[in-house]
């Protein structure tokens, strides 16, 4: 099973969600916006230290927006030891062996056929990676979204899903609103859609 978690704003809007400078893409300037909506409801219910670290699924970018901040965080913190102990699949055409982040493989070949194969090997979560998500989509290789839906509306940035994409049909499994606002809602794809 595949795992796509994603912090969007109430118009699907997905770009830097953790940092001003995380994804300044055609002049982006809300970077950072989903930072004041963490709370302890979110933390729980994204099983930070919970258990054995799933395998991760990254685009480049996401990739290495997280290397940049996470290993270095100061311990102790759930966070940087599941990050670090997880390992980490990089779709990039840009990036080259080795991958400096502990227990990362750059995925090769074509993605969707590599991401198939380890799909068939372990679950898989993909933390933001928009770009990633909407190329997996149209190959049926999604079989759920977490997408924390944030009570706020940017207006502009890279969104979700693109305007012209495949059709997919989910079914509402759980979900979970916190103290600031923030929907959690988990979607698993419904067969014969």
């Not at 759930?78 to 080795?98: D, I």
């Not at 994409?165 to 499994?173: H, K, M």
């Amino acid at each position: 099973m595949i795992t796509a978690v994603v912090s969007i704003s109430l118009d699907g809007v997905i770009q830097a969600p953790g940092g001003a400078d995380e994804d300044t893409r055609g002049g982006f300037a809300h970077g950072g916006w989903a930072t004041a909506y963490g709370d302890e409801v979110m933390a729980r219910e994204m099983g930070v230290g919970r258990g054995e670290p799933r395998a991760l699924l990254f685009g480049r970018r996401t990739y290495e927006s997280f290397y940049a901040v996470w290993p270095n965080q100061p311990e102790p913190n759930p966070f940087t030891q599941v990050l670090n102990k997880a390992p980490k699949y990089v779709a990039s055409t840009t990036l080259a062996e080795p991958l400096p982040w502990m227990n990362s493989t750059l995925i090769e070949g074509y993605v969707p056929e590599a991401v198939a194969r380890l799909k068939a090997e372990s679950d898989m979560i993909i933390l933001g990676s928009g770009a990633l998500v909407r190329s997996l989509l149209p190959h049926g290789l999604i079989d759920q979204f977490v997408l924390l839906i944030h009570p706020i509306v940017l207006g502009s940035g890279v969104r979700l899903f693109a305007h012209e994409g495949p059709f997919g049909a989910f079914e509402l499994v759980k979900s979970v609103p916190t103290t600031t606002g923030v929907i959690i809602a988990t979607y698993r794809t419904r067969a014969n859609g």
